[in-house]
Each structure stands twice: as C-alpha cells, then as structure tokens.
T-cell receptor, first 113, second 113 residues
Framework: NAGVTQTPKFRVLKTGQSMTLLCAQDMNHEYMYWYRQDPGMGLRLIHYSVGEGTTAKGEVPDGYNVSRLKKQNFLLGLESAAPSQTSVYFC????????????FGNGTRLTVT | AQSVTQLGSHVSVSEGALVLLRCNYSSSVPPYLFWYVQYPNQGLQLLLKYTTGATLVKGINGFEAEFKKSETSFHLTKPSAHMSDAAEYFCAVRGNQGGKLIFGQGTELSVKP
C-alpha cells in the first residue's frame, strides 16, 4: 500500500518554463490537496479537490492550475515558472472532513532559477 | 475563520526532559484539531487528532495533547524527550470548506544529549 506518491522528487526549472507535478493515491480518497511549504510560513494551500472532476482555489492559487480527471490522481501545473515558486510542494489526500486526517506524500522540491 | 498559532518557532530541550509545544486555535465551530510531525526531507506524519468530547488525546511515539476549550489551546507534550524526537511539529485545524487543514507555522524541536 503506497499511500500518496508524488513525482518527481526534485526539479530545477528556468524562469518561464512550465511543468506538471503528479500526485497519485491508492486509498480511494475523495479529497485531494496541493500545499506549498516555505521556511517560517508553514504549509499553505494552493488548490484542492473534493471529488473527481472538481477543483477549487486555496489560499495561494495564483500561477498554478490543477486537474482531477481521475479520482486517484491530482495534477499541479505551473504555466510559466517564477523564482517565487521555488518551494517544496506536498500533495495530500483525505477520506473527507471531520476528524479524517490528511495523508501526505513525501514532497517535490522545486527550484526556479 | 479558523486559524492556528504556534508559540515558538524553535524549542530546545535536553534528552529526558519534558517536551511542551504550544498551539492555540481560533474557530467559530467546535474544532477538529491535529498534530503532525515532519522529519527532514520527508512528508508530514499524523501524530494525533482531537476527538470531540475528549480532553487528553494520546498519539504515537509517546506524545499527548490536551484540549482546553476555555483557553482555545491544544498543546502537545511528551514526558521524556528522545533524540529521535528532533523534527518539526505542526498544529492544524480543519477549515470550513473542502475538508482542508489550516496549519500553524511550525515549531522546530531540537533535543540535546
């Protein structure tokens, strides 16, 4: 049981380039999330999804797009990378609200030069 | 709106000493609260979660958290620190929409031999 798997683990981009981060979960969870982690700022929510075919904006959505075409996958896209998007990106999934916890992947470390 | 404040970005204790990591929350509804731990270069792992009606919640690795509604606090404790407890700890509260978690800024715990 792999849980939440993120690919790639590391990536270096030049300003203006685009890329897609892939998140896959095998727990049949309805809810999926993308967070970014920056020093001293905790985790900030970028986008989330409450089910296949749905997406919604989080706290810091600008410069990112997402898609949830299949229940088990949640893709995060950067259309034109900027140095401010240098961060560690975490995907998470959850069975629902209430006290259902989020299950996290191991992160993708992205550097934009 | 829900929010979380973690008091102290860095806490240092000696091995065998009491660990106390502070978390205060703001919520307009009965809160769903969580503590997560992050070891270097890894994702977040669930330590414990608050269950409605409980005052003391037990988690993994000997950690506990006490829920005090009157103080809007959910502090994390461990009676005796171990070197392996050195990590970053995050308190989180569930938001109103989409099951998202709102995280505090994190507290880095150092354990001295």
């Amino acid at each position: 049981n792999a849980g939440v798997t993120q690919t790639p683990k590391f990536r270096v981009l030049k300003t203006g380039q685009s890329m897609t981060l892939l998140c896959a979960q095998d727990m049949n969870h309805e809810y999926m999330y993308w967070y970014r982690q920056d020093p001293g700022m905790g985790l900030r929510l970028i986008h989330y999804s409450v089910g296949e075919g749905t997406t919604a904006k989080g706290e810091v959505p600008d410069g990112y797009n997402v898609s949830r075409l299949k229940k088990q996958n949640f893709l995060l896209g950067l259309e034109s990378a900027a140095p401010s998007q240098t961060s560690v990106y975490f995907c998470a999934s959850s069975a629902g609200g209430g006290n259902s916890p989020l299950h996290f992947g191991n992160g993708t470390r992205l550097t934009v030069t | 709106a829900q929010s979380v404040t973690q008091l102290g970005s860095h806490v240092s204790v000696s091995e065998g000493a009491l660990v106390l990591l502070r978390c205060n929350y703001s919520s307009s509804v009965p809160p769903y609260l969580f503590w997560y731990v992050q070891y270097p270069n890894q994702g977040l792992q669930l330590l414990l979660k608050y269950t409605t009606g409980a005052t003391l919640v037990k988690g993994i690795n000997g950690f506990e958290a006490e829920f005090k509604k009157s103080e809007t606090s959910f502090h994390l404790t461990k009676p005796s620190a171990h070197m392996s407890d050195a990590a970053e700890y995050f308190c989180a509260v569930r938001g109103n929409q989409g099951g998202k978690l709102i995280f505090g800024q994190g507290t880095e715990l150092s354990v001295k031999p």
